[in-house]
């Protein structure tokens, strides 16, 4: 998970957009909204793959909940994914989440999480370079044997 935006025109307004088309839906407060990745032009791909229903899962460390004293998701919660500068893309919501030792990632999650050619060889080159660049700026090491918090997702809207 990259930035939590601050709530922005459009995230108001593709919440408001769900309700009236969700009236069934009992919570009625925006939900966290956020970007993926920690640059422009991985976040905005991002964002385009969740609309297009590509990537349907997500991978934040274990480390970096902890570190930013934030719960780990659970079934059922709702987001809005916004590109970089904040506009609302997509809502998901979670669907299930696994906590898995980084290097016990299966190709099948790489997959399904959607980004570039959807192999694990790929999905570990670009993530532990992730991981590195979030610890390093608190000078902490990344290791294999981290946990990973797997959130399987589906956009809903």
Not at 66 to 74: A, G, H, Q, V
Request: aromatic content about 12%; some cysteine.
């Amino acid at each position: 998970m990259g930035g939590i935006s601050k709530n922005h025109n459009s995230v108001e307004k593709l919440w408001n957009d769900f309700l009236n088309n969700n009236p069934q839906n009992k919570i009625k407060e925006t939900p966290l909204s956020f970007y993926f990745c920690d640059n422009k032009k991985d976040a905005d791909h991002c964002a385009e793959l969740v609309v297009k229903g590509i990537k349907q899962a997500t991978a934040t460390s274990l480390w970096w909940y902890e570190k930013n004293d934030t719960p780990l998701p659970r079934v059922g919660d709702k987001y809005i994914v916004t590109d970089w500068d904040g506009n609302a893309r997509a809502i998901i919501e979670t669907i299930r989440v696994e906590q898995v030792l980084y290097n016990k990632i299966t190709p099948e999650f790489a997959e399904i999480e959607g980004e570039g050619d959807k192999s694990l060889g790929y999905w570990k080159k670009v993530h532990k370079a992730y991981y590195k660049r979030e610890m390093k700026i608190h000078s902490e090491q990344f290791d294999e044997s981290m946990i990973i918090v797997c959130e399987y997702l589906k956009k809903i809207f």
